[in-house]
């Protein structure tokens, strides 16, 4: 599966920087858990089993919960069981249609 997600802080003292450091440090936890990911300038998304990358989510949420006593968390998701790679595949084989090519 594929979960492309955006959470971010929506309490801070100093709204700019805190925000920025509380996102970085849910992207920390996206890169270090070992998952194929992206990040983009509006969503990071992660691939892998249903169980993985919700706990992924879940830590992300948690670190950004440490500096904000309240956390906003948009999540969707695409349930493909049998398939890897998607987050490759998808975009290939979008650019062969806009080559052209199918």
């Given at each position: 599966m594929i979960i492309a997600f955006s959470v971010a802080p929506t309490e801070t003292p100093d709204s700019t920087a805190e925000m920025a450091g509380a996102v970085a440090e849910a992207v920390r936890v996206v890169r270090e858990s070992g998952l194929p990911n992206e990040t983009n300038a509006m969503f990071t998304l992660v691939e892998g089993e249903w169980d993985e990358v919700m706990d992924v989510?879940?830590?992300?949420?948690?670190?950004v919960a440490e500096v904000s006593?309240?956390?906003?968390?948009?999540?969707?998701?695409?349930?493909?069981?049998g398939?890897?790679?998607?987050?490759?595949?998808?975009?290939?084989s979008l650019e062969r249609y806009l080559k052209g090519e199918k």
């Amino acid at each position: 599966m594929i979960i492309a997600f955006s959470v971010a802080p929506t309490e801070t003292p100093d709204s700019t920087a805190e925000m920025a450091g509380a996102v970085a440090e849910a992207v920390r936890v996206v890169r270090e858990s070992g998952l194929p990911n992206e990040t983009n300038a509006m969503f990071t998304l992660v691939e892998g089993e249903w169980d993985e990358v919700m706990d992924v989510v879940k830590r992300a949420c948690a670190a950004v919960a440490e500096v904000s006593p309240r956390v906003s968390l948009v999540l969707k998701a695409d349930i493909r069981p049998g398939y890897s790679d998607r987050i490759h595949g998808k975009v290939d084989s979008l650019e062969r249609y806009l080559k052209g090519e199918k």
